[in-house]
C-alpha cells in the first residue's frame, strides 16, 4: 500500500531549483528515510509533503504529490493535509503552554471542546509518545520546563493529537543526546504500527537502525531508492556508495 | 591573574557600581523627598472625602484619572494590538506602505504632547463642539498612546519565535487561529509593558489634557464633564496658588496610584496566560 507517490516533483526556490524531476513512493506503515549531505533538497521533499514550502515566498513546486491518491497540491485543503500529515521538527518546539494545553491544541483547532474527550486524547497521545509516566503528574506545568528529550517526544504526541496517516520528522533527534535519541528511535520503530513515517536524517546509522527504504539525495536529485539494506550493503550508485562509506558529506 | 589585570579589574568594577549607585541614589531621593514631604499633609479627608471644599479632597482628580486611563486603553488597546498584528504578520515586510506607516508611527511617538493637545482642543473641543470634557481628553490620550501600543506589541511578537508558528501550522491550524491562540498569548508579556508604558504616559500627562479635559475640580457627572487629573491639579496648585504641602501630597497619591495600575496590569496579565 502507498501512502504518498511523488511524480516528476519539481521544486524551485525563486530562480533556485532544489530538487530535480524526484520519483518516489512511500509505502504505508513503514520508516522512510531521507539521507544526503546538507542542501542535497531532502528536508525541502519532506516539507513538500505537508505544503509547509507554502510558507516561503517564491516558492514553486511543479509535478504532483498524491496521497492515498488524491493531489494535495490540486485537490486538498491544506490545514486538512496538514492534520493528516502530521510534522516533527529539527529542534523541539512545544508551545509556551502546559503540557496538558500542548497536545489538546490540535483537537481544539479541529473542533473538539469536550473535557473527557480531551483528556482522553491527551493519554491516550502522551502514552503513544511513550513520556506519559514522565509528566503524568505535571500535566498543568509549562512545557518549556521538560528537558529537550522530553519536549521532543511532547512534540510528537502534539502530532499524533490530530489522528494523522502520516508523521514527517525532520531531523528530529539531532539537537538531541543520545539516550534521548535512542528513546526516540525507540518510539518511531512503535509507531509504524499505526503510522506512516517519513525521517529525514543526517545520521547513517539512525537510518539503517529504524528505517524500511531509504532515499538518497545528492544536490537535489534523488540518487538513489530502495529497501534500506540493500542501500546500505549493495548501492547501485558509485555517488550512494561513496557517500555511505564516508567519501564525502 | 597578573597585578594589572587585577586593578583593571577593580576599576571595571569601580565604574559600574559608580552607574548604578548614582542612579538609584537620585531615584531613591525624589521619592524620599516626595514621601516625606507628602505624607505630612497626607489626610485620609484629602484623599477621600467626598464633601470637602474644592481643591480640598483628590477624590474627582482620582476618578478623572481612572476614567481617562481605563477609556483611553479600551480605545488604543485593540486598535494598538490589530495595527501591530497586521505590520507583523500580514503586511508583506519592507513593502513601501509598511514603510511609510512605520515612519509614521515613530515619529507620533516622538512629538511632543502639547501638540496632541492642541490638535485636541482644536478637534474636539471646538470643531465637534465637545468643549472641555473627559470625552475630548479621552480620545487625545488615545491618539497619544497609540504609537506606543503599536511599536512594542510589535516587538513583542517579533521576538516570538517562528518554530512556534511553524509548530501550529503544521497541525492544521489557519493564520488567525495561530495568531489568537499561539503567538499574541506568548507576547502577552510584550504587550503588557506597552500597557505599563500607556498608563505611565497617560497619568502622567498635564500639557494634553489642560487642553481637552480641563481643569475642573468636581466630581465628573459623565463623560461630557470637565475635570482636572491628578497631573493636572498638581500642576495648578504648583504654579497657581504656589500650595508646595498639597502638591507633595498629590506626588505620593499619584505615585501609589500608578503602582496600583501597574499591578492591576500584572494581575491581569498572569489571569490570561495560563501556565
Keep these: ?71 494535495i497540491y490540486k485537490e486538498m485543503d491544506v490545514n ?93 533527534t539531532s539537537a538531541l543526546d ?68 564516508g567519501r564525502f558529506g | 591573574m597578573s597585578s594589572k589585570r587585577k586593578i583593571i579589574n577593580i576599576l571595571n568594577h569601580a565604574r559600574v557600581y559608580f552607574g548604578i549607585g548614582v542612579s538609584l541614589a537620585i531615584l531613591l531621593s525624589i521619592l524620599l523627598l516626595i514621601i516625606i514631604n507628602g505624607i505630612q499633609s497626607l489626610s485620609f479627608e484629602f484623599v477621600f472625602s467626598l464633601s470637602a471644599p474644592r481643591g480640598f479632597s483628590l477624590m474627582p482628580m482620582i476618578i478623572n484619572t481612572f476614567i481617562i486611563v481605563i477609556f483611553a486603553l479600551v480605545i488604543a488597546l485593540p486598535l494598538g494590538i490589530g495595527a501591530a498584528i497586521y505590520l507583523n504578520e500580514y503586511a508583506k ?52 498612546i497609540l504609537p506606543i501600543l503599536i511599536r512594542s506589541t510589535e516587538d513583542a511578537l ?15 491550524a489557519g493564520k488567525f487561529h495561530t495568531i489568537r491562540k499561539v503567538v499574541v498569548p506568548a507576547a502577552i508579556n510584550g504587550i503588557l509593558a506597552s500597557v505599563i508604558l500607556s498608563i505611565g504616559r497617560v497619568v502622567g500627562e498635564t500639557a494634553a489634557l489642560l487642553l481637552t479635559a480641563g481643569t475642573l475640580l468636581d466630581m465628573p457627572q459623565n463623560l461630557s464633564s470637565s ?10 496648585i504648583t504654579v497657581e496658588h504656589g500650595d508646595m504641602q498639597r502638591a507633595y501630597a498629590t506626588a505620593l497619591v499619584l505615585m501609589t496610584f500608578v503602582l496600583g495600575l501597574n499591578l492591576l496590569a500584572n494581575f491581569i496579565a498572569r489571569k490570561l496566560k495560563k501556565v
Design chain 1, 80 to 172: 486538512v493535509l496538514r492534520k493528516r500529515v502530521g510534522m516533527v521538527f529539527q529542534k523541539p518546539n512545544p508551545f509556551p503552554m502546559s503540557v496538558y494545553d500542548n497536545i489538546a491544541y490540535g483537537p481544539r483547532v479541529h473542533g473538539i471542546k469536550s473535557k473527557p474527550q480531551l483528556n482522553e486524547i491527551v493519554e491516550r497521545c502522551l502514552r503513544d509518545a511513550a513520556i506519559w509516566d514522565e509528566v503524568k503528574d505535571r500535566l498543568k506545568k509549562s512545557a518549556l520546563s521538560l528537558s529537550g528529550g522530553q519536549q521532543q517526544r511532547l512534540c510528537i504526541a502534539r502530532s499524533l493529537a490530530v489522528q494523522p496517516d502520516v508523521l514527517l520528522m525532520d531531523e528530529p
Design chain 2, 158 to 172: 517579533r521576538a516570538i519565535p517562528v518554530s512556534y508558528r511553524m509548530g501550529s501550522y503544521a497541525l492544521g
Design chain 2, 93 to 144: 515586510p519592507n513593502s513601501n506602505v509598511v514603510k511609510v506607516v512605520r515612519a509614521c508611527i515613530v515619529t507620533l511617538s516622538g512629538i511632543p504632547s502639547i501638540i496632541y493637545g492642541l490638535f485636541g482642543f482644536l478637534f474636539y473641543v471646538i470643531a465637534l463642539g465637545w468643549t472641555w470634557s473627559l470625552r475630548a481628553g479621552i480620545f487625545t490620550v488615545s491618539i497619544m
Design chain 2, 227 to 236: 475635570g482636572a487629573t491628578l497631573s493636572v491639579f498638581m500642576y495648578l
Design chain 1, 1 to 71: 500500500m502507498t501512502a504518498f507517490e511523488i511524480n516528476n516533483v519539481n521544486l524551485f526556490y525563486s530562480d533556485f531549483q532544489a530538487l530535480h524531476d524526484v520519483n518516489l513512493k512511500v509505502n504505508k506503515h513503514e520508516i522512510t528515510a531521507f539521507i544526503g549531505p546538507s542542501g542535497c533538497g531532502k528536508s525541502t521533499l519532506l516539507r513538500a509533503l505537508n505544503r509547509m514550502n507554502d510558507l516561503i515566498d517564491g516558492c514553486r513546486v511543479e509535478g504532483e504529490v498524491l496521497l492515498n491518491g488524491v493531489d
Design chain 1, 178 to 245: 543520545p539516550i534521548s535519541t535512542a528513546k526516540i528511535e525507540e518510539l518511531v520503530i512503535q509507531l509504524k504500527k499505526q503510522y506512516t513515517v517519513v525521517i529525514v536524517t543526517h545520521n547513517m546509522q539512525q537510518a539503517t537502525r529504524i528505517s524500511d527504504n531509504t532515499g538518497f539525495f545528492l544536490m537535489g536529485e534523488m540518487i538513489e531508492y530502495g529497501k534500506t539494506s540493500d542501500i546500505f550493503s549493495v548501492p547501485s550508485d558509485k555517488r550512494t556508495e561513496d557517500y555511505i562509506t
